[in-house]
Structures are given as C-alpha cells and as structure tokens.
C-alpha cells in the first residue's frame, strides 16, 4: 500500500522501489503482481523498462473479472502511452469476454478520438452510458457529438467555396 501511496504523490521510484519489495516477498499475490504492473506501466515511469505488457493478465488463478480488469487497466496505460495498437489488442480480449464490461467503452472512445474516428468515438461513449450510467460518458459523447458537427460544418464550408 505504500507503493500506492507514493504512485498517487508522484514519486514513482519509491513506489515501483516498493512494488518489487512486496513481490519478492510474496510473489504469488496477485494484487501484488497488479499493483507491481501498475507501477511499472506507469507512463509518468521513465527509469525502470517496461515489461511485457500482458504477463500478469496471464496468471492462470487470475480471476475472470480481475483478469478482464487488468486487461482493460493495461489497454488504458498504454493508450496513454500512445501504444494504439497494443491497446486496441487488449480492448479486443476484454471485449471477447465480455462486451458489457463496465469502462471497456470508454477505453475504446478514447483510443478512437486518439485516431480522431469521431463517429466510432462517439458511439462507443454512448454505449458506456447505456450500459453503466456514467454521466462522463454522457458529457463525452456530447463533446464529441460538437465536434463532429464543426467538422462537417467546416467541411461543408470548405466544399461550397471550391465550387
């Protein structure tokens, strides 16, 4: 817990520094191992090498809710890596075991604005609120929803005057 501690201050050597001191202490603790990749995937983590971004998602006793958790964490770092398309590959494994998973829509939103594929961005920001609620998801898929509209507006615009 003090590796989380110092993750949330932003002091991410202390906290990768502590991860690995509970792993090796006790390795087959999965919230350990969760708490390990979170540290090390971190993208605000330069010094320490990233691991293979899927290894604790293989664990064979992870649980089938946790295992899509992890997966869907995963996808999240690495969209904020810029790691589109591994991150669309865990999106994927997620979505084969459950389309319904709460916040696997909005991971998909925003791999797809980070495309700029506004349309398939918004519908997947509409499909977050319809299966969990999430008034953010609401307020995305208006945001988006404007900014498709400027879009065609502008495109419009720039068609009319070449003619």
């Known amino acids: 817990m003090l ?5 949330d201050e932003g002091r991410f050597d202390l906290a990768v520094e502590q991860f690995q001191k509970a792993h090796r202490i006790s390795p087959d603790n999965q919230k350990v191992t969760l708490f390990l990749a979170r540290g090390l995937l971190s993208p605000e983590n330069t010094t320490t090498p990233k ?34 398309d591994q991150a669309q590959q865990l999106l994927q494994q997620v979505e084969q075991r459950d389309d ?19 349309p398939q ?5 509409q499909e977050e609120f319809e299966i969990t609620g999430d008034e953010l ?9 404007k900014l498709l509209y400027s879009q065609s507006a502008m495109h419009s615009s720039t068609d009319g005057a070449s003619h």
């Not at 590796?3 to 993750?7: F, I, M, R, T």
């Not at 691991?51 to 904020?80: E, H, M």
């Not at 319904?100 to 909005?106: G, Q």
């Not at 961005?121 to 920001?125: D, H, I, M």
């Open 3 to 7: 590796g989380n501690v110092y993750l």
């Open 51 to 84: 691991p293979c971004s899927t290894d604790c998602s293989r664990l064979p006793d992870l649980n089938l809710r946790r295992r899509k958790a992890t997966l869907l964490s995963l996808a999240n770092v690495q969209i904020g890596l810029g790691n589109l």
């Open 100 to 118: 319904k998973f709460p916040e696997l829509h909005w991971a998909w939103g925003v791999l797809y604005q980070k495309q700029n594929l506004l």
């Open 121 to 125: 961005a918004l519908a997947e920001y």
């Open 137 to 145: 998801a609401r307020q995305r898929s208006a945001t988006v929803a």
